[in-house]
């Protein structure tokens, strides 16, 4: 069974060979038959098409995984960024906290609970937004002999909550060591 189809798009044919045919040779020729064609033909056995399909979809895997972290250390910069602003925003408050007795530790700390709590409650409401649209989405990625589904799990959903905690510590430290080391003249003179 052969099928021919335009420029584009899949093409199959299906060959049954008779019990001691060289294989190799059949692919040979069939190659050399359709050569005059638009569209170069690879003949191979079932089994080598479905190793290659499955070591594309690997690759497309872990191309997804290195945009996944990409897209975690643009969030990182987001969120240290708008921390950042929020900080420069507000350093005449924090002044006026570290004259009252307020220890540069404690500014520390509502920095980083502030960045913290941001990106704990944004990555609760994202992780449970991405977990029911995969729940209800039915997602998956196949080709040829191979079928991946994207299913959720509660490891998911408690991965994603762990790492934007990560995120929002590692964020909010710069902001949180300039609230702390900044002199009170210097907060109180700030725009």
């Known amino acids: 069974m052969f099928v021919f189809c335009?420029?584009?798009s899949v093409q199959e044919g299906l060959n049954r060979l008779t019990t001691g045919a060289d294989a190799d040779r059949v692919a040979a020729e069939i190659d050399a038959a359709l050569r005059s064609n638009s569209v170069a033909t690879k003949t191979r056995?079932?089994?080598a098409f479905q190793a290659s399909t499955?070591?594309?979809l690997v690759d497309l895997i872990g191309f997804?995984?290195?945009l996944g972290f990409a897209c975690v250390g643009l969030v990182?910069?987001?969120v240290a960024t708008t921390t950042i602003m929020s900080v420069q925003d507000r350093m005449k408050e924090y002044a006026v906290l570290q004259t009252i007795g307020v220890r540069p530790l404690r500014t520390l700390r509502l920095v980083?609970?502030?960045s913290?709590?941001?990106c704990f409650f944004g990555g609760v409401l994202g992780s449970a937004l991405a977990l029911t649209l995969l729940h209800f989405g039915g997602y998956a990625i196949g080709a040829e002999g191979a079928t991946i589904a994207f299913r959720p799990s509660i490891w998911l959903g408690a991965y994603s909550i762990v790492t934007s905690l990560a995120v929002g510590v590692i964020a909010g430290i710069p902001p949180a060591l300039q609230t702390a080391t900044m002199s009170i003249v210097d907060g109180l003179r700030s725009n």
Do not use: F, P, Y
Request: a neutral charge.
């Open 64 to 66: 997804a995984h290195w």
């Open 45 to 47: 056995r079932k089994g």
């Open 76 to 78: 990182l910069s987001l």
């Open 54 to 56: 499955l070591s594309d």
């Open 6 to 8: 335009i420029v584009g």
């Open 112 to 114: 980083l609970a502030e």
């Open 116 to 118: 913290t709590l941001l």
